[in-house]
């Protein structure tokens, strides 16, 4: 049987251009939804010659806004996913959302053809903050969504910001305890970055220094009541998110999409892909094993020291620098110290 692969599935659409967002997504609030979703079928089916009939563990509905779907393409898109694939019978399936885009009875007919895993874009608690970052939604619609998300007993993220111009370490410590108060399993809390081609590119904004962003970085674990499990995730035990587990831990995947990316293993080659087949081309095990240990690094546990990895890892340099890098149970990990300067330190630790 065909190796496992997970699904992603960009959904390239937003109601608007957030002032942050450089990602690949254009405002349209109403595309032609029966092209997207046919276009997406086709891909699909176009991988199931090409693999065969393979497993997935599990399908992210990533944007974008996917919430925007209407739920017939949805349905349309997972009525072929399970014709043409095997789907687990606990495989997650994750859909991301704003607030503002998805009501009680949407969502409930999400939830009904298969989602299981909400994400949700909240990013601020507070609505001058929202206005600032260019989103379209309030606090109350954010609490409303999330509200009804969890009465579904779906498993829910939600997203947040941090490191806004009037950030202080104070003011993280604050968002933590507020986040603490809302009852989530699963959060992700992004560093605010700001990108040459989006409109805060051009704004000359006062950022906090390196300094404070660092700072913030290290007090979010301190304050936030649910353990860290990846550099900007946070999760309680057993409620992480799967899809991104399996592709840091090194599994295959399939981007579907114009947007999406992926890393397909065939006939026991990696290949290199990008949505709409623009991309298929073979990688050495060598460059695999480089982005397991990227991605891996990134994770609280680290990366398995399998074979292929084993063979780039440098242990001298490893064994000089035990302030920086671990290895417990066969994992390599980054100490907090090295998870500061995790770029740099990836580039070292290989031959
Ligand atoms: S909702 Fe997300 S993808 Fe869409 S514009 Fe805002 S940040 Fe970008």
């Not at 399970?82 to 009501?103: A, H, M, R």
């Not at 990013?123 to 939604?137: C, I, N, P, V």
């Amino acid at each position: 049987m065909s190796v496992s692969h997970n699904l992603y599935i960009h959904v390239p659409f937003c109601m608007s251009k957030c002032n942050y967002c450089a990602f690949f997504s254009t405002a349209c609030v109403n595309p032609d939804w029966k092209k997207y979703s046919d276009n997406i079928c086709q891909e699909l089916r176009f991988w199931a010659t090409k693999l065969g009939k393979f497993q997935i563990p599990t399908i992210f509905f990533g944007g974008g806004t996917p919430s925007l779907m209407p739920i017939w393409a949805f349905e349309q898109i997972m009525g072929c996913i399970k014709d043409n694939f095997y789907v687990s019978q606990n495989c997650e399936i994750t859909l991301e959302s704003n607030p503002g885009t998805l009501d009680k009875e949407k969502l409930k007919n999400f939830v009904s053809i298969g989602v299981n895993r909400l994400s949700i874009g909240i990013q601020s608690l507070q609505d001058e903050e929202l206005t600032f970052l260019g989103r379209k939604h309030n606090v109350k619609q954010a609490l409303d969504l999330l509200n009804n998300a969890i009465d579904m007993n779906l498993r829910v993220n939600a997203d947040f910001i941090y490191g806004l111009p009037n950030h202080n370490v104070k003011s993280v410590i604050e968002l933590c305890k507020n986040i603490n108060e809302l009852g989530l399993s699963h959060v992700s809390m992004y560093e605010l970055t700001i990108e040459k081609n989006t409109p805060f590119g051009k704004m000359n904004l006062n950022m906090p220094n390196n300094d404070t962003m660092a700072q913030m970085y290290t007090i979010i674990p301190e304050y936030l009541s649910l353990p860290r499990y990846e550099v900007s995730n946070y999760a309680t035990p057993g409620e992480e998110c799967k899809h991104n587990q399996n592709i840091w831990n090194g599994d295959a995947y399939i981007g579907i999409g114009r947007g999406g990316a992926g890393r397909v293993f065939l006939n026991n080659v990696w290949y290199e892909q990008r949505g709409n087949n623009e991309l298929f081309e073979p990688i050495s095990n060598e460059t695999r094993a480089t982005e397991k240990i990227l991605t891996g690094l990134r994770t609280m546990r680290g990366v398995k020291l399998t074979d292929d990895v084993k063979s780039i890892v440098d242990f001298d340099w490893v064994n000089m620098h035990k302030d920086l890098v671990e290895i417990n149970n066969e994992y390599l990990y980054a100490t907090a110290d090295g998870l500061l300067i995790l770029d740099d330190l990836t580039v070292d630790l290989i031959k």
